[in-house]
């Protein structure tokens, strides 16, 4: 039962040794394991505290894009609409002119056709009299020349015609 029993010289040198190994561990080696710990806990804090401030401002650039992706939609809305509606302006503009000129062209076309006619007449009435002369000619055997152009009877003809014609179309 001596071996449970320690002797005071040996526990004394172990009680020395370990107040030794104690003392230099707390003065020396747990400040530097302290201070690199506080150290290592302030960069994990400031990288922490610098992680939250840019996802903020990761938040406010992103809301920021939004927002301006926002009003460009509308500002392209906006102009779609816009250019709709000029292209609407536009082509009933466009229309309005056509319907104009083609009006002028139709006028312009029946004065040409009513020019046309009066002459187309005028000749065509030469024309019946020295037709209906030259049958009269053969028909009494004399020239009656002189006869049709000196009497009225062509223009009492003509105006026969043209009373019945306007009677007609009324």
Known sequence: MDILIPRPAPTLVCVLAFAAIFVCLSKILLP?????????????????????????????????????????????????????????QLITEIRAEALRERETMIAEAQARLATDRVIAETELRGVVVSLATELASRVVGESMDGVAQESNIVDRFYSDLDARSSAGLQ
Do not use: F, M, P
């Open 32 to 88: 530097r394991i302290n201070s690199v710990l506080a150290e290592r806990h302030d960069a994990i804090d400031g990288q922490r505290e610098q992680a939250e401030r840019t996802a903020i401002e990761a938040g406010e650039v992103l809301a920021k894009y939004r927002e301006e992706l926002a009003e460009a939609r509308h500002e392209a809305a906006r102009l779609r609409q816009e250019s709709l509606e000029q292209g609407t």
